[in-house]
């Protein structure tokens, strides 16, 4: 009887400590006003393929893109409080100062349009996304409006040309929910 006892006090404890936790860190998370969201990122090799199919999920929105085995990437935390989420594609993987960033935003993204030129592309989901250059287009891509409205936008930063040309190929590839 006496181990009955102590196995129905350590479960009652447990269940006490574990609600304890969860309202303290619940109570932290109102107190900063952010939505408790659930992040993940999901890799899927393919053998049939050199390429690997990426995914972000959170409580909103799922989305995937299919990146060349060379690349690599990563979720990055952003200190913008204007993005939701961002992940970073890099075409080599020992060099992290290239990159994509590819992010869902509160809001649709500005750009200056000075000097700015335009050129629609099609993704695989049928939606057309705009690729949008500064410098003209035998330069690399400055920026992809991946959609307006569901505010997912992409940045080249530091991509060669060449780079430049496979990330468009890579966008070209996202799908979303």
Not at 130 to 144: A, L
Not at 160 to 167: F, I, K, M, P, T
């Amino acid at each position: 009887m006496k181990s009955k006892s102590k196995i129905i006090f350590v479960f009652i404890t447990a269940i006490v400590v574990g609600v304890i936790s969860t309202t303290g860190f619940m109570s932290l998370r109102q107190k900063s006003q952010e939505p408790i969201k659930k992040e993940t990122i999901e890799a899927e090799k393919k053998e049939n393929g050199n390429f690997e199919k990426i995914a972000y999920l959170d409580d909103e929105q799922k989305i995937s893109v299919q990146i060349p085995e060379s690349w690599d990437y990563e979720k990055v935390s952003s200190d913008k409080e204007d993005i939701i989420y961002e992940i970073h594609l890099y075409p080599e993987t020992k060099n992290k100062e290239k990159y994509i960033s590819l992010s869902k935003n509160k809001k649709a993204v500005g750009v200056c349009g000075t000097g700015l030129t335009t050129e629609n592309i099609k993704l695989k989901n049928q939606k057309e996304a705009t690729v949008g250059y500064y410098h003209g287009e035998n330069s690399p891509w400055e920026f992809i409006q991946i959609d307006n409205e569901e505010h997912l936008f992409s940045y080249n930063i530091g991509l060669s040309n060449e780079e430049a040309e496979e990330g468009i190929e890579i966008i070209k590839t996202i799908q979303y929910e």
